[in-house]
T-cell receptor
Framework: EADIYQTPRYLVIGTGKKITLECSQT?????MYWYQQDPGMELHLIHY???????EKGDLSSESTVSRIRTEHFPLTLESARPSHTSQYLC??????????FGPGTRLTVT | KNQVEQSPQSLIILEGKNCTLQ??????????LRWYKQDTGRGPVSLTI?????NTKSNGRYTATLDADTKQSSLHITASQLSDSASYIC?????????????FGRGTQLTVWP
């Protein structure tokens, strides 16, 4: 089992609130990723990072932002949550393009 | 357009039975193909990874096959157990970028009944 952690696991929050989803890995991986997944649908890449101070937007447009100040930490922030942001958010990390290790996910519900 | 299609969308089998899940892809240039198992409310966990030159790879009761010519893969589960109930996701990686871009299928939702 990979050492990648996400908190909180579940979050219910009202519209307009600012939220930060945490992701940490202890494997020393340079590459980290954020995916969004709706029920029964495929994962969509929303952000990725090659290393410290490197962040890029993914395939799916997202109003969220990310930062990578430390190798092990890759938080995702929503400045003003909306019901359309309700989804599962999965964080992953990798040392190469060959394998990605996923965290347990955060189930976000915006009311 | 790079795509990954999985079938069936859902499957119900009895405990102890075998089943086979299918994956067709159009990703090019091909790098590798992975099968992940995702339990409800959890992140995907890798079962197998196969490169272009590999035809078959096993991981316990899971056996994946790859036909790179027809761009098809299958995941065979032997002697199913209740704990096999999960979504099985086929993921294909291309060689076209240093990121190793992943293309995800929507998964096959497998339910194993006692």
């Amino acid at each position: 089992e990979a050492d990648i952690y996400q908190t909180p696991r579940y979050l219910v929050i009202g519209t307009g609130k600012k939220i930060t989803l945490e992701c940490s890995q202890t494997m020393g991986h340079d590459k980290m990723y954020w995916y969004q997944q709706d029920p029964g649908m495929e994962l969509h890449l929303i952000h990725y990072s090659y290393g410290v101070n490197s962040t890029e937007k993914g395939d799916l447009s997202s109003e969220s932002t990310v930062s990578r100040i430390r190798t092990e930490h890759f938080p995702l922030t929503l400045e003003s949550a909306r019901p359309s942001h309700t989804s599962q958010y999965l964080c992953a990390s990798s040392a190469s393009s060959y394998e990605q290790y996923f965290g347990p996910g955060t189930r976000l519900t915006v009311t | 357009k790079n795509q990954v299609e999985q079938s069936p969308q859902s499957l119900i089998i009895l405990e102890g039975k075998n089943c086979t899940l299918q994956c067709n892809y159009t990703v090019s240039p091909f790098s590798n193909l992975r099968w992940y198992k995702q339990d409800t409310g959890r992140g995907p966990v890798s079962l197998t990874i196969m490169t272009f030159s590999e035809n078959t790879k096993s991981n316990g009761r899971y056996t994946a096959t790859l036909d790179a010519d027809t761009k098809q893969s299958s995941l065979h589960i032997t002697a199913s157990q209740l704990s096999d109930s999960a979504s099985y996701i086929c993921v294909v990686s291309d060689r076209g970028s240093t990121l190793g871009r992943l293309y995800f299928g929507r998964g096959t939702q497998l339910t194993v009944w006692p």
